[in-house]
């Protein structure tokens, strides 16, 4: 106990905590499943089999296999090269801090070591929660009801300061209610981690190419639906769902192996920005489906990405809805332009360029615009020209209601770029984005459990962000994340206990 307490003395972030007058949220903490207790709760769960299922799913996660069946790194460098093999993450998880490695894998150790953190209150994301999305149809919906339920139970003891998240399968709508229900009303779970797209077979490949026939085929064509815009499916039932059982959906969704991110060689350039292109994807899906305005209620946190991308993006939608909304995107149509005008302008000051040729009414609007332009020139339809329709924008106001309000953006605690997201001389409206302190320990970026809050405050000090800012990060922030999804969110915890909430312990 005395070891404890010298620790909690000794700790940068615990000194930074005790100068506080609100509380501290820690929105994204990855903890470890202890291999033989969980597999044995899958085991009593659903028999031999499903352990089988959760070992190839966890197998084959994160690792590229191409040509033999061997992974990049047991293949040659003449292998990975013929093969196009992805680099895959390694030695991600803290090991050599071997007192942090058992914080994130004994719940109990977590629990007593939140002090030193600095953190009243932490969401877990244990590292295999979404892991069974890679099982084949016939384990998906068991596999995460079973590792939902081992979660549960797991941390229930500590409920008033960790909350573990609910993973849920979302590649049809109603398996993502059947989990989502489950998850809220039978264990009593209060966040959803989901993966931010689905890779599907595009039809007209899959029926030329059936996967038995053409595994290598299947394996390199697909597209990527991320349940908003374009989606093969209608998933506002689901969102219907997440709203009405008021559940923050979060998601840390990647982008490791798309165009641009192909490295055979190279992991930190598959890496670097990767949550954030993937995040952005799913985010800008949900605002241009019109997603986020059919559920203005829906709460989602994109994680591990940084905020600064919440910010451009808002920016740009505004930027861009203010050249090309359904009236100003006219001053492009090819018929509004005047070919009297133009013809009389050719004659008037086109000689040196024409030399002699003759105008043509009928082509001269063509012929102006150039041969680039001609791709660019075709007709659509009257209701295929608003890109915003679905959105439904009429004015700047309802981007930000329909970005900036429903979404909110992880960034570590060392992140400088977060102070795009208080950047409100850039900030269309002068807005404010959502940032939400999500500290990521667990994961090899954050090779020190008690850092990040000591962290988070030299920015303060380096004059990165203000105090006002801090406070917001940490905490105003996540909490309305939680709260505005769920009001009753932190009643019977800690952070409820010193905000004053009934029930709060």
């Given amino acids: ?132 999305a890679a099982a084949g149809s016939e384990y998906r919906q068991p596999l995460h009801r079973a590792i939902n339920h081992f979660h549960a139970d797991q941390y229930r003891p500590y409920a008033d300061r960790l909350t573990p998240v609910a993973g849920i399968p979302l590649h049809t709508p109603q398996e993502g209610i059947e989990e989502l229900e489950f998850a809220v009303k039978t264990l009593g779970l209060k966040v959803i981690n989901i993966a931010g797209g689905v890779r599907r077979p595009i039809r007209a490949i899959a029926e030329k190419y059936p996967a038995k026939e053409h595994p290598e085929i299947a394996k390199q064509t697909g597209y990527i639906d991320f349940y908003g815009i374009d989606s093969e499916h209608d998933y506002d039932p689901f969102w219907a769902k997440v709203v009405e059982l008021g559940v923050p959906v979060t998601t840390h969704y990647g982008s490791q192996g798309w165009t641009g991110r192909q490295s055979i060689s190279n992991y930190m350039n598959n890496h670097i920005g990767h949550f954030a292109d993937g995040s952005q994807a799913f985010a800008k899906a949900l605002f241009f489906g019109g997603v986020t305005r059919r559920f203005p209620g829906l709460r989602v946190g994109l994680l591990e990405g940084g905020a600064d991308w919440g910010s ?81 924008i009429e004015k700047v106001e309802d981007i930000r209601d329909r970005w900036v309000n429903n979404f909110y953006f992880g960034s570590e605690a060392d992140d400088r770029t977060v102070a795009a997201a208080f950047n409100t001389k850039v900030n269309p409206l002068g807005t404010r984005i959502n940032a939400i302190w999500s500290s990521d320990v667990g994961h090899w970026d954050v090779p020190e459990f008690t850092e990040p809050l000591a962290e988070t405050w030299d920015l303060v000090q380096q004059g990165v962000i203000s105090a006002a800012d801090f406070k917001a990060f940490v905490f105003d922030n996540p909490h309305r994340f939680y709260t505005e999804a769920n009001p009753r969110f932190f009643e019977g915890t800690e952070v409820g206990r010193k905000l004053g909430l009934k029930g709060a312990k």
């Fill in 1 to 132: 106990m005395n070891d404890r307490l010298n620790r909690v003395h000794a700790s940068r972030s615990a000194a930074v905590k005790a100068g506080l007058d609100h509380p501290v949220i820690d929105t994204d903490v990855h903890v470890n499943d202890y291999a033989p207790v969980l597999e044995d709760y899958v085991a009593q769960y659903g028999g031999s089999k499903l352990v089988d299922a959760l070992r190839k799913a966890l197998g084959g996660r994160f690792v590229t296999r191409n040509g033999g069946g061997k992974d990049w790194y047991q293949q040659t460098a003449e292998e990975r090269q013929f093969h196009r093999t992805l680099r895959a993450p390694w030695w991600a998880r803290v090991t050599r801090n071997t007192y942090d490695l058992a914080t994130y894998t004994l719940p109990a150790l977590l629990y007593e070591r939140l002090g030193e953190q600095g953190s009243d209150y932490s969401i877990l994301f244990p590292n295999d929660v979404l892991s069974p």
């Fill in 312 to 392: 451009h993006v808002y920016t740009h939608l505004v930027d861009r809805w203010e050249k090309r909304n359904r009236n100003a995107v006219r001053n492009y149509d090819p018929a509004e332009a005047d070919v009297e005008l133009l013809a009389s302008l050719f004659e008037r000051y086109g000689g040196d360029l024409l030399k002699g040729r003759t105008i043509d009414k009928s082509t001269l609007l063509r012929d102006s615009l150039g041969l680039s332009a001609l791709p660019h020139s075709r007709e659509p339809n009257e209701s295929e020209i608003d890109d915003f329709a679905l959105a439904g």
